[in-house]
């Protein structure tokens, strides 16, 4: 099955700088990477996601990444906030469509 | 448009006692999901409905965890008997390719 892998386990930023959070995946058949943010107690957010058929999705300071070829899919936070302090999983699809999340990135901005 | 709801949201029990979760997926969603979030690690599936059946339950305990979705609509998934590594958070989600997250049900087991 599918198996993916997040890096770091842990970011700490100051405020104002980049924050870049990589997963690889073990399935070539994978085809679609959503990225889920999730703040102390409440529930994991679709923040946002990009399709095998798409190298790069950008939305306002979140962008996504994704090389095919190497499998792997990488987060990337401009101008960071310190309301952007939270975890943040990746995950990707099996072959049957199901979900296979990462371990997640603890995302600290200091001020 | 209303999102994921599930209810309770805590619950507290002894080992050996059984415990149920329901959810109600967003409006029209077919396909709906019961995950387990364990402290420190990402969602993990325990099993996905679409409409009334079972599309993977490949990694639900099936000799203490049950699920059911009868109408299409909302689910239940039970623990009987439950054990102290049950102690998570049960996550429902919805959406035929966008999954979108219930606030969850935290479940201690003592």
């Known amino acids: 099955g599918e198996n993916v892998e997040q890096h770091p386990s842990t970011l700490s930023v100051q405020e104002g700088d980049s924050a870049v959070i990589k997963c690889t995946y073990s399935d070539s058949a994978s085809n679609y990477f959503p990225w889920y943010k999730q703040e102390l107690g409440k529930r994991p957010q679709l923040i946002i996601d990009i399709r095998s058929n798409v190298g790069e999705k950008k939305d306002q300071r979140i962008a996504v990444t994704l090389n095919k070829t190497a499998k792997h899919f990488s987060l990337h936070i401009t101008e960071t906030q310190p309301e952007d302090s939270a975890v943040y999983f990746c995950a990707a699809t099996d072959s049957w469509g199901k979900l296979q999340f990462g371990a997640g990135t603890q995302v600290v901005v200091t001020p | ?110």
């Open chain 2, 1 to 110: 448009e209303a999102g994921v709801a599930q209810s309770p949201r805590y619950k507290i029990i002894e080992k050996r006692q059984s415990v149920a979760f329901w959810c109600n997926p967003i409006s029209g969603h077919a396909t709906l999901y019961w995950y387990q979030q364990i402290l420190g690690q990402g969602p993990k599936l325990l099993i996905q409905f679409q409409n009334n059946g079972v599309v993977d339950d490949s990694q639900l305990p099936k000799d203490r965890f049950s699920a059911e979705r009868l109408k299409g609509v909302d689910s239940t998934l039970k623990i009987q008997p439950a054990k102290l590594e049950d102690s998570a958070v049960y996550l429902c989600a919805s959406g035929d390719y966008e999954q979108y997250f219930g606030p969850g049900t935290r479940l201690t087991v003592t």
